[in-house]
């Protein structure tokens, strides 16, 4: 298993299987779906009825805002190239 990613993250994942997230892999781009199998080797997330996000950030409001979305079904997300996760619901 790589380094990069502990043991306690993958549990914490595998503990929200079923729930939908918001993984972000730069400032503007990631993806939302809900987790069907968290893998450990390679590390990373199966995620079912995932949809491409682009987000923006204006001056007056910091916060990341979905701002268009694109249907991708289920893919796999390597955690070593994840910058955020977000547990939506």
């Given at each position: 298993?790589s380094e990069e990613?502990g043991?306690?993250?993958l ?5 929200n299987k ?10 503007n781009f990631?993806?939302e779906g ?10 990373g997330?199966?995620?079912?009825n ?13 916060l990341p805002q979905v701002?268009?979305r ?8 390597n ?9 939506l619901?």
């Amino acid at each position: 298993m790589s380094e990069e990613v502990g043991l306690s993250v993958l549990h914490i994942l595998e503990r929200n299987k079923g729930k939908t997230v918001r993984v972000v892999l730069d400032r503007n781009f990631g993806f939302e779906g809900e987790i069907a199998t968290v893998s450990s080797d390679p590390p990373g997330l199966w995620l079912s009825n995932a949809d491409a996000v682009v987000m923006r950030t204006t001056l007056a409001n910091p916060l990341p805002q979905v701002v268009s979305r694109e249907d991708r079904s289920e893919l796999f997300v390597n955690l070593s190239s994840v910058q955020r996760i977000e547990i939506l619901h």
